[in-house]
């Protein structure tokens, strides 16, 4: 099973960029789809962005489609969520997934899980 830990999570102003990123050990990472979600207060987490194990399909929320980009590097065995133009309703915390399988729709069942991090957009 895939471990992750997520880092990068900070405060930002609106307009502003942030990057983050997501290690995992375990030797499935370069066959295993990895996704972003994120929960804001009071709110069930929801999907952010998704990225096959090859790198070569992406998928988005519409929220967050056209400014942020999800990307992998399976020789550090990391995963990347670049965030530009924050809004102060992406502030959440962050989580990094790793998924059980992907159709030309997107990737689900999440199997494991990051600790996640914070992101805090100020208007």
């Known amino acids: 099973q895939v471990q992750l830990a997520e880092s990068g999570g900070g405060l930002v102003q609106a307009g502003g960029s942030l990057r983050l990123s997501c290690a995992a050990s375990?030797?499935?990472?370069?066959?295993?789809?990895m996704a972003w979600f994120r929960q804001a207060p009071g709110k069930e987490r929801e999907f952010v962005a998704a990225?096959?194990?090859?790198?070569?399909?992406?998928y988005y929320a519409d929220s967050v489609k056209g400014r942020f980009t999800i990307s992998r590097d399976n020789a550090k065995n990391e995963v990347y969520l670049q965030m530009n133009s924050l809004k102060p309703e992406d502030t959440a915390v962050y989580y990094c997934?790793?998924?059980?399988?992907?159709?030309?729709?997107?990737?689900?069942?999440?199997?494991?899980w990051g600790q996640g991090t914070q992101v805090t957009v100020s208007s």
């Open positions: 997934a790793a998924m059980g399988y992907c159709t030309v729709y997107g990737c689900y069942d999440p199997k494991s």
């Open positions: 375990g030797r499935t990472f370069s066959t295993t789809a």
């Open positions: 990225v096959r194990y090859s790198g070569g399909s992406t």
